[in-house]
């Protein structure tokens, strides 16, 4: 009969299992940052697609004909600019950067203008440090553009993967360690 410990056990050696692979792959994309940046524009492209599709089914659904007609335009541009993107890959990848870059000026920004609006708490620094090292970000990745579409998102994911993966491993051995005491 299973008990309680021994599904905290499996389920904690998964989530282990699972930090240990999103470390791995995290690694991967940083010493490969074009081929996961190229794959990412890839696998976002064909997304598109598939939601173009999903619009296009949608528009029969359409209850008049202006619903109709709207769906299947916006299910046919999605369907053609995914594709495009995805059989262009190395477009898709420089479009998806300079995007990322955007975004992250935009929420540097938003970062500092909430800072200010909340300086006088404690702990207000760490929304400072948070949209001063965004806005670097978007600096490092936005000006060297289209050049930085080589390394950038395969790095940022990468470093992602790499700091989730140690976080679900050290929660994982510490829950299994708290197991052990019980």
């Given at each position: 009969?299973?008990?309680?410990k021994n599904l905290i056990k499996e389920?904690?050696?998964a989530?282990?299992?699972?930090?240990?692979?999103?470390?791995?792959?995290g690694m991967?994309?940083?010493?490969?940052p074009f081929?996961?940046g190229?794959?990412v524009?890839v696998?976002?492209?064909?997304?598109?697609?598939?939601?173009?599709?999903a619009?296009l089914?949608?528009a029969?659904?359409?209850?008049?004909?202006?619903?109709?007609i709207w769906?299947?335009?916006?299910g046919?541009?999605?369907?053609?600019g995914?594709?495009?993107l995805g059989?262009?890959?190395n477009?898709?990848?420089?479009?998806?950067t300079?995007v990322?870059?955007?975004?992250?000026?935009?929420?540097g920004?938003?970062?500092?203008?909430?800072?200010f609006?909340?300086?006088?708490?404690?702990?207000?620094?760490?929304?400072?440090?948070d949209?001063i090292?965004?806005?670097v970000?978007?600096?490092?990745?936005?000006?060297?553009?289209?050049?930085?579409s080589n390394w950038?998102?395969?790095?940022i994911?990468g470093?992602?993967?790499?700091?989730t993966?140690?976080?679900?491993?050290?929660?994982?051995v510490?829950?299994?360690?708290?197991?052990?005491?019980i």
């Amino acid at each position: 009969m299973a008990t309680v410990k021994n599904l905290i056990k499996e389920v904690t050696g998964a989530s282990i299992g699972w930090g240990v692979i999103m470390i791995v792959l995290g690694m991967l994309a940083v010493i490969l940052p074009f081929a996961t940046g190229i794959a990412v524009s890839v696998i976002v492209s064909w997304l598109i697609v598939v939601a173009g599709l999903a619009y296009l089914a949608s528009a029969f659904a359409g209850r008049s004909a202006g619903a109709f007609i709207w769906r299947l335009l916006i299910g046919l541009v999605y369907v053609l600019g995914g594709g495009y993107l995805g059989l262009h890959p190395n477009l898709a990848l420089e479009s998806f950067t300079i995007v990322m870059a955007v975004i992250f000026a935009i929420e540097g920004v938003l970062g500092l203008v909430t800072f200010f609006q909340f300086r006088r708490f404690v702990g207000s620094g760490w929304v400072l440090f948070d949209a001063i090292v965004t806005l670097v970000l978007a600096v490092l990745v936005g000006l060297p553009w289209p050049s930085s579409s080589n390394w950038a998102i395969g790095v940022i994911l990468g470093v992602n993967l790499i700091f989730t993966g140690v976080t679900v491993l050290m929660y994982s051995v510490t829950a299994r360690k708290a197991l052990g005491e019980i």
